[in-house]
């Protein structure tokens, strides 16, 4: 066997194993409070291309529908947004230029509270909500949109965003105790097989993502939710900081397997 032939039977070989053991997925979501201002949505901007995630959901872009042109990230062609007229709330969903995504079908509100895609990636099916949750009632608001959603969830969702509540007492440096809304969000959230996977993961940890200096306590409202049926899936959620926001970022990696061809082994 010459040289040639060789070196090009191994190029097959690692090709043949990449697609056989399939990329990796990121989902990162953050509240940017508002991207109104040029210099704030350069750096929001430069803040993706470093944290290079495959999807990249944002809360409170504070854009109106007329203005959502105005947010473009070099790699991140696809972008889907929900926007007030208002400038108040606002969602958007980034995909990475780097991955196979196919958008099937698109919801969301005229309040900028939702948006959900359903599409697939990688040709595997995916279904992801981005919320931002009104700042009174928030439980009450997720647990209704999850209702009417209800028909949309399965096992291949993925729920994140700012739902401007904790889900336990862990979830608030005052490790105050769970009020009657959030009781029956878990609960709601329970009878869909959805877990939050920040505290699956990390079932002692005390994570935030929000200092308010008027009570001056930390506590975790920005989530990313999943089924259960895709525990084994989840390979890492982190928090991290962010210099531009009062909220921190949720980024969580997928260990995203592509199912092999009939005949080929699974590596």
């Known amino acids: 066997m010459g040289r040639e032939t060789k070196e090009t039977e191994e190029n097959w070989k690692t090709r043949h194993k990449m697609v056989v053991v399939g990329p990796h997925v990121s989902i990162i979501t953050l509240n940017v409070n508002g991207l109104n201002s040029p ?6 901007a430069g803040w993706i291309k470093e944290q290079d ?17 105005r947010l473009r990230v070099k790699g991140w062609r696809t972008i889907l947004q929900a926007n007030n007229e208002q400038k108040k709330a606002g969602v958007t969903i980034l995909i990475s230029d780097k991955v196979d995504f196919k958008a099937k079908q698109t919801k969301k509100d005229k309040e900028g509270q939702y948006i959900m895609i359903k599409g697939t990636l990688h040709q595997e099916d995916i279904t992801l909500i981005n919320i931002y ?18 028909e949309d969830i399965n ?18 440096t005052s490790r105050q105790k769970i009020n009657k809304e959030i009781i029956e969000l878990n609960e709601k959230l329970d009878q869909m097989d959805l877990i939050d996977i920040y505290r699956t993961l990390h079932p ?64």
Not at 53 to 69: A, F, N, V, Y
Not at 133 to 150: D, R, S, Y
Not at 234 to 244: A, D, L, M
């Open 39 to 44: 210099i704030k949505r350069h750096r929001v």
């Open 53 to 69: 995630p495959t999807i990249c959901c944002l809360q409170e872009t504070h854009l109106s529908p007329k203005d959502k042109h």
């Open 133 to 150: 949750a009104p700042n009174t009632g928030a439980p009450k608001f997720v647990k209704q949109l999850l209702i009417e959603l209800k």
């Open 155 to 172: 096992n291949n969702t993925i729920i994140v965003g700012d739902l401007n509540t904790p889900l336990t007492p862990m979830d608030r």
């Open 204 to 267: 002692k940890t005390a994570g935030y993502t929000l200092f308010s200096s008027a009570h001056g306590t930390f506590s975790r409202i920005d989530h990313i939710l999943g089924t259960k049926a895709k525990i084994n899936k989840y390979k890492r959620v982190e928090i991290i900081s962010s210099i531009f926001s009062d909220h921190n970022a949720i980024k969580l990696e997928i260990n995203y397997k592509k199912k092999a061809e009939k005949g080929e082994p699974v590596l």
